[in-house]
T-cell receptor, first 113, second 116 residues
Framework: GDSVTQMEGPVTLSEEAFLTINCTYTATGYPSLFWYVQYPGEGLQLLLK?????DKGSNKGFEATYRKETTSFHLEKGSVQVSDSAVYFCALSDLGGYNKLIFGAGTRLAVHP | DAGVIQSPRHEVTEMGQEVTLRCKPISGHDYLFWYRQTMMRGLELLIYFNNNVPIDDSGMPEDRFSAKMPNASFSTLKIQPSEPRDSAVYFCASSLTGRVKTDTQYFGPGTRLTVL
């Protein structure tokens, strides 16, 4: 079945460092891809999404490009802040039921001053 | 808007007890989702409703779990009897149309359940 694989965390960075969190997926067809973020004590929030190949989603300085050839949707940010510390989830839409999201395991990011 | 509201935020109970988790979706949203988050299995969809009607409950782990949505502003997830392996964070989410391609699911803060 469809699945999402994320790099294991935690990822620990200093403020202003470059961030990459890898995400690859397995799916039949062409799902939509998402990044969600979960701040401590809160629910998940949609960070960005891309609905077709070569689309780039972006928000709050984060970017991810839908790469069909490598089945990847890596999250990047050029300069992280302490406030970016959170857990990041990659997800895809289940084509079998368009309301369903399939999530990766999540990657914890800790940014130190 | 208050967002999705869940209660309680934390629940500690003993094995065998009944547990009821509550959710109030965002007003006007027609779709409501229940998820479970564990270290072992990550974030899983348990069930979702459209206009108060359960559409897909294939993620519900077993008969001990049940979910209801008696009206557009309230849903419950019940576990009876509870077991230690049910310990997890349970999230409720809602969306306007349910189409993840064009719509957004809004998550509540979650209920952390601990079954001793």
């Amino acid at each position: 079945g469809d699945s999402v694989t994320q790099m294991e965390g935690p990822v620990t960075l200093s403020e202003e460092a470059f961030l990459t969190i890898n995400c690859t997926y397995t799916a039949t067809g062409y799902p939509s891809l998402f990044w969600y973020v979960q701040y401590p004590g809160e629910g998940l929030q949609l960070l960005l999404k891309a609905t077709k190949a070569d689309d780039k989603g972006s928000n709050k300085g984060f970017e991810a490009t839908y790469r069909k050839e490598t089945t990847s949707f890596h999250l990047e940010k050029g300069s992280v802040q302490v406030s970016d510390s959170a857990v990041y989830f990659c997800a895809l839409s289940d084509l079998g039921g368009y309301n369903k999201l399939i999530f990766g395991a999540g990657t914890r990011l800790a940014v130190h001053p | 808007d208050a967002g999705v509201i869940q209660s309680p935020r934390h629940e500690v109970t003993e094995m065998g007890q009944e547990v009821t988790l509550r959710c109030k979706p965002i007003s006007g949203h027609d779709y409501l989702f229940w998820y479970r988050q564990t270290m072992m299995r990550g974030l899983e969809l348990l069930i979702y409703f459209n206009n108060n009607v359960p559409i897909d409950d294939s993620g519900m782990p077993e008969d001990r779990f049940s979910a209801k949505m008696p009206n557009a502003s309230f849903s419950t997830l019940k576990i009876q009897p509870s077991e230690p392996r049910d310990s997890a964070v349970y999230f409720c989410a809602s969306s306007l149309t349910g189409r993840v391609k064009t719509d957004t699911q809004y998550f509540g803060p979650g209920t952390r359940l601990t079954v001793l």
